[in-house]
C-alpha cells in the first residue's frame, strides 16, 4: 500500500490536478487559526494568488531565492505586512504558510491505495524556505510599524503651543534624552519660524527628574532658539530640580529660569512690551 511519500507521483501533477480541494482546504485551515480577526474570504483573496504563483514554478522548488521564485516572495512580503499590521504574531503568519504542507498531505492521502508522489522532501524543503521568508518579511514590518509610531509618539509628546503673539510654549512631559531633544528642538524652530515668535517658554514641570544630560540638552535647545532670534525661558524648576542642578553643578549662564509656566508668561509678556496688573474689581 503506497502512502504519499512513497514516490511514484510527481508533486507537480498532484498540485494541478487537485488544486481546487487544496486552495479550499488551506485556506479553512488558516481562517480557523486566524479567530476572527480577519474573514474567510479575505484569506482566501491572500492566499490564492500565492497558490497560484507556485504552481507557475513547480520545476524549480525548492530554490526559493532564485528569480522564478520573485513573483511568490513579493506575494508572501505582502502577506506578512498585512498580517502584522492586523495584529497577528510572526508564528501566526508564519504557520499560515506552513498549513499549505498540512493541506497537500490531508489531500494526497485521502486515498491510501493511490499512489504517493515523488518529491516530497523537496516540497517540505520549499515550505520551510517560505516560512522563514514570511517569518523575516513580518520581522522587517514591524520593525518599521515600531519606529513610525515610536516617531509619532515622540511629536505628540512635544507638542509646541502658541500662548500670546510671539510667545511660543513647549511643555514637556517624561524623559527627555538625545532623540526626544531633536524632536523638540525641530518643532520649535519650526513654530518660530511660522509664527514669527521671538519668545519660548520651555516648561520642565512633567519632566521626574533632572540630570546632567537633561540639563544639556534644554541648554541646546536654548541656544539654537536664539540662533533663530529668539529668548526662551525656562520654567517648572520645582525646589528638588534646584538641589539637583546645584549639587551637578550646572550652569544655565543668562537663561532666565522660573517656577511655573504663569511667573515665565508674566515674564515674558512683559519682554514683550505688555504691562501685566491685577485689575481692581468693581463694587
Known amino acids: 500500500m503506497k502512502t504519499l511519500a512513497d514516490g511514484g507521483y510527481d508533486i507537480s501533477a498532484f498540485f494541478l490536478d ?3 480541494v487544496i486552495a479550499r482546504d488551506w485556506t479553512q485551515r488558516v481562517a480557523k487559526n486566524s479567530t476572527g480577526r480577519i474573514s474567510a474570504a479575505e484569506t482566501q483573496s491572500e492566499l490564492l494568488p500565492i497558490l497560484d504563483a507556485l504552481l507557475k514554478i513547480v520545476g524549480e522548488w525548492p530554490n526559493v531565492s532564485g528569480a522564478p521564485f ?5 506575494l508572501l512580503s505582502e502577506y506578512s505586512r498585512s498580517r502584522a499590521r492586523n495584529g497577528f504574531s510572526p508564528a501566526e503568519t508564519a504557520t499560515a504558510v506552513f498549513a499549505l504542507r498540512d493541506a497537500v498531505l490531508s ?10 508522489y515523488t518529491g516530497i522532501e523537496r516540497f517540505s524543503q520549499m515550505i520551510d524556505s517560505l516560512g522563514l521568508i514570511t517569518f523575516d518579511a513580518y520581522v522587517r514590518t514591524r520593525e518599521t510599524i515600531i519606529t513610525s509610531q515610536t516617531e509619532q509618539l515622540l511629536e505628540l509628546s512635544t507638542p509646541v503651543v502658541k500662548l500670546w503673539n510671539g510667545i511660543l510654549a513647549v ?17 520649535l524652530l519650526q513654530m518660530l519660524v511660522s509664527t514669527e515668535s521671538q519668545h519660548a517658554i520651555i516648561d520642565i514641570t512633567g519632566v521626574p527628574a533632572v540630570d ?39 550652569e544655565f549662564g543668562d537663561i532666565v529660569t522660573k517656577a511655573s509656566l ?17 485689575s481692581e474689581r468693581k463694587a
Not at 70 to 74: C, I, L, N, S, Y
Not at 107 to 116: F, I, L, S, V
Not at 177 to 187: F, G
Not at 231 to 249: K, M, N
Open 18 to 20: 487537485h488544486r481546487d
Open 70 to 74: 520573485e513573483e511568490v516572495r513579493a
Open 107 to 116: 489531500e494526497a492521502n485521502k486515498n491510501p491505495q493511490g499512489p504517493g
Open 171 to 187: 511643555p514637556l512631559v517624561g524623559t527627555l534624552d538625545s532623540a526626544r531633544t531633536q524632536v523638540v528642538m525641530e518643532a
Open 212 to 250: 546632567t544630560q537633561v540639563a544639556q540638552h534644554l541648554l541646546k535647545t536654548v541656544m539654537a532658539a536664539r540662533l533663530m532670534g529668539a529668548e526662551c525661558v525656562i520654567s517648572g524648576i520645582r525646589p528638588q530640580i534646584a538641589q539637583t542642578i546645584v549639587a551637578l553643578g550646572v
Open 262 to 278: 504663569a511667573d515665565a508668561l508674566q515674564l515674558t509678556l512683559q519682554r514683550s512690551g505688555f504691562e501685566v496688573r491685577k
